[in-house]
C-alpha cells in the first residue's frame, strides 16, 4: 500500500501548489511563480524521464519563450500561471521567432492553475506560422496531466518527484 500512500501524498501537494498559485496571482505576487520553474523541472524530470531537463532562466535571465528545456529529449516547456490562448500564441510566436523549433520537436506549456477547457487550434495554427506542430490537447498541459503520471509511475520515480514537491 506504499504506493497508493505516494499517490495521495502526491496528489494532495500538487492540489495545494495549485492553489497557492492562484491565491499569489490574486494578490499580485509572483515569487512563487518563479519558484515554481525550478520545482516543475524536478517533477517533470522524474516523472516524464527528461534526465537532461534543466531551468533555462538560471542559464540566461528570462529565457525567450521557454523556461525548460531537455537537449537529449528535444523537449521545451513554458511553466506559465495564465491560462488563456494569448499567453500560448505569445509562446508559440517566441519559440518561433527565435529558432526554438529547430532545436526542440516538442513545446509544452505548463499551467500552474488549470488550463482552460478548449483552445483554437486554428488560432494556435496561425502563431506556429507552419514552422512547427503544437496541439492544444496534448501539448497543454496542468496538475491533470501530472497527476496521470504520477499515477502510472513507479514507486522510487514518485518519491522522487515528492521530494522535490
Request: net charge negative.
Amino acid at each position: 500500500m506504499k504506493i497508493l500512500d505516494l499517490q495521495n501524498e502526491f496528489r494532495e501537494l500538487i492540489a495545494q501548489l495549485r492553489h497557492e498559485i492562484e491565491a499569489a496571482s490574486a494578490m499580485g505576487q509572483f515569487d512563487a511563480h518563479k519558484v515554481s520553474e525550478n520545482l516543475m523541472c524536478g517533477l517533470l524530470r522524474e516523472l516524464c524521464d527528461w534526465s537532461a531537463l534543466r531551468n533555462l532562466n538560471t542559464e540566461q535571465s528570462n529565457f525567450p519563450g521557454i523556461d525548460l528545456a531537455d537537449d537529449t529529449h528535444r523537449v521545451a516547456i513554458q511553466i506559465t500561471a495564465t491560462a488563456d490562448i494569448g499567453k500560448v500564441k505569445y509562446t508559440l510566436e517566441q519559440f518561433v521567432s527565435h529558432d526554438l523549433h529547430q532545436r526542440y520537436d516538442r513545446l509544452i506549456v505548463y499551467v500552474l492553475t488549470a488550463k482552460q477547457g478548449s483552445y483554437s487550434q486554428a488560432a494556435i495554427e496561425v502563431a506556429c506560422a507552419g514552422k512547427h506542430q503544437f496541439s492544444a490537447g496534448t501539448d497543454v498541459w496542468d496538475y491533470k496531466e501530472l497527476c496521470s503520471k504520477a499515477a502510472d509511475a513507479e514507486p522510487h520515480k514518485l518519491q522522487a518527484a515528492l521530494n522535490h514537491l
